[in-house]
């Protein structure tokens, strides 16, 4: 199994960013995808979640109306649509995948927002 982040980067308050995680290694058609972050000094927190199909999301609270989750089962990709960004949106971003109840994660991806 493999989870390979892309798209994190240095935006301004107020800025978007589209990450996305291509997975390998198992069908990723079957499972349910998650994005999570960490920022310096804090647990890592759950920024959203996916179902196998994409029919059902869920999201954190503090992202509820700006991140969107999304899925292309035909490019075993999974993305992170974030708009309206904040200072307190800086934090690494990572994919996560149970599989088998095994934990999966992706190196993370690096989002800083700062003006």
């Known amino acids: 199994v493999q989870l390979v982040e892309s798209g994190g980067g240095l935006v301004q308050p107020g800025g978007s960013l589209r990450l996305s995680c291509a997975a390998s290694?198992?069908?990723?058609?079957?499972?349910?995808m998650s994005w999570y972050r960490q920022a310096p000094g804090k647990e890592r927190e759950l920024v959203a979640a996916?179902?196998?199909?994409?029919?059902?999301?869920n999201y954190a609270d503090s992202m509820k109306g700006r991140f969107t989750i999304s899925r292309d089962n035909a490019k075993n990709t999974v993305y992170l649509q974030m708009n309206s960004l904040k200072p307190e949106d800086t934090a690494v971003y990572y994919c996560?995948?149970?599989?088998?109840?095994?934990?999966?994660w992706g190196q993370g991806t690096q989002v800083t927002v700062s003006s």
């Open positions: 996916i179902t196998s199909v994409g029919g059902s999301t």
């Open positions: 290694g198992f069908t990723f058609s079957s499972y349910g």
């Open positions: 996560y995948a149970a599989i088998y109840y095994r934990h999966y």
